[in-house]
């Protein structure tokens, strides 16, 4: 029989509030829902929140990686290196411009990739590398720019805008990280091109969108690079929807055939609310994680570690480790979670157990730092509709649960 102070905890539920709905009812009564005067607003606000001179606001963070590597100019037989331990995004934007795929596995104990890895597979032909901000934690790339240097000799560029870099160029996969900092540099900082999340499940959400920044000190055209994204996100067209309605402005051009992938003012409305309390976000969402690592880290799990001396992190995911316990074990954590109303989840199941990296000729058994970070992780729920009450709760069954494994008995609610 369920106790009477069972909960119920989904695993992350988008925080929304009156001023969201209101502002989207104000977008969908002003007669403009697609790409328009909101979606401009919000690239700018997205672009000061960062500190880079542009931003582009797409219809995922799928979409942005995709369109930035069409828009260097990688594509068939190329090489672009990111992470075993990921989601499908990082890797299949990959395959959709043609390049080959290259996974470098974990560091051992670390969610990050194996840098010394990454140093031997970089070849003659790999033109750029997709880190990944897992959980909203930077990664080290002080490390990673260290290394490109270092091959910088192997590196000959296709076009133009890769003979501006010169090397291989880092695009974060930032889905997880945007208000991260390190070492007192903004994520979108950083890397090259970062490309962030605004899905329904994360930090600051659009329901579904995205965003592209780059950095303001490589010499790039900002106007050009901004028209190759609006470009390339609508069917090549020479002008936008807003564009066109300005007095005797219908005509157009296709420059190429390109993809549907801008964002909506509707989904902008929406992040413009999100992103005026995402500091007061940031600053629960720490809270959280304090209060998670001061209860578990005495029992002998391991974290990811979010905030150190000289980086914070979004806190987009609690991510812990059960030493010592199988997948199997692991699962029926899980489960013996979800019968007291706690939804946990499992970040990530490496790229090579799926079927269709299988099918790419990727094999697990090359990958041994990756699959044995995911065979005990479990992800708890951390989001700003948890109340102090509620991970207090949340602690207590995942204590309930891990004792019980630990015994070798089946859960009883």
């Not at 001061?294 to 030493?323: A, K, T, W």
Request: aromatic share 10%.
């Amino acid at each position: 029989m369920i106790n009477t102070n069972f909960k119920n905890i989904p695993f992350s539920p988008p925080d929304i509030k009156d001023a969201e709905i209101e502002e989207v009812i104000r977008a969908m009564k002003s007669g403009w829902i697609t790409t328009g005067p909101r979606t401009k607003e919000f690239e700018k606000k997205i672009a000061n929140y960062v500190g880079v001179n542009k931003a582009v606001c797409l219809n995922s963070a799928t979409a942005a990686m995709e369109l930035t590597l069409r828009i260097l100019g990688v594509g068939p037989g190329d090489e672009v290196i990111t992470s075993a331990y990921t989601y499908t995004a990082s890797a299949s934007v990959i395959d959709h411009v043609g390049a080959k795929i290259v996974l470098v596995d974990s560091a051992p104990d670390s969610f990050e990739m194996d840098y010394s890895r990454l140093e031997e597979v970089i070849t003659e032909k790999t033109k750029a590398i997709i880190p990944v901000d897992i959980a909203g934690k930077m990664c080290d790339y002080d490390k990673i720019f260290e290394i490109l240097e270092k091959k910088r000799e192997l590196f000959t560029p296709k076009n133009e805008l890769q003979r501006i870099f010169n090397r291989v160029i880092v695009m974060s996969d930032a889905a997880h990280a945007f208000g991260a900092t390190r070492k007192g540099r903004p994520c979108g900082q950083v890397a090259d091109f970062t490309c962030f999340s605004f899905h329904a499940v994360k930090n600051l959400t659009t329901a579904e969108g995205g965003a592209v920044v780059w950095r303001n000190d490589e010499n790039l055209d900002d106007e050009w690079l901004y028209k190759q994204y609006m470009l390339f996100s609508l069917h090549g067209q020479s002008k936008d929807a807003l564009a066109k309605t300005q007095k005797g402005s219908w005509e157009y051009d296709i420059i190429y055939p390109a993809y549907k992938c801008n964002m909506t003012d509707i989904m902008a409305g929406f992040g413009l609310m999100q992103l005026d309390r995402y500091n007061d976000s940031l600053k629960r969402r720490k809270e959280i994680i304090v209060k998670y690592d001061r209860e578990l880290l005495p029992l002998g799990v391991q974290r990811l570690q979010h905030f150190g001396e000289d980086f914070s992190s979004s806190g987009h995911l609690y991510l812990i480790r059960i030493n010592n316990i199988s997948e199997k074990q692991r699962n029926q954590v899980i489960i013996d979670m979800a019968e007291m109303g706690v939804t946990c989840n499992v970040h990530y199941k490496p790229l090579p157990m799926f079927t269709a990296y299988k099918n790419l000729g990727f094999n697990i058994k090359n990958y041994p730092n990756s699959f044995s970070q995911y065979i005990n992780e479990i992800t708890l729920p951390l989001h700003t509709l948890l109340s102090d009450e509620d991970v207090d709760y949340i602690i207590r069954c995942f204590i309930k649960a891990l004792k019980e494994i630990k015994k070798g008995e089946k859960l009883s609610v």
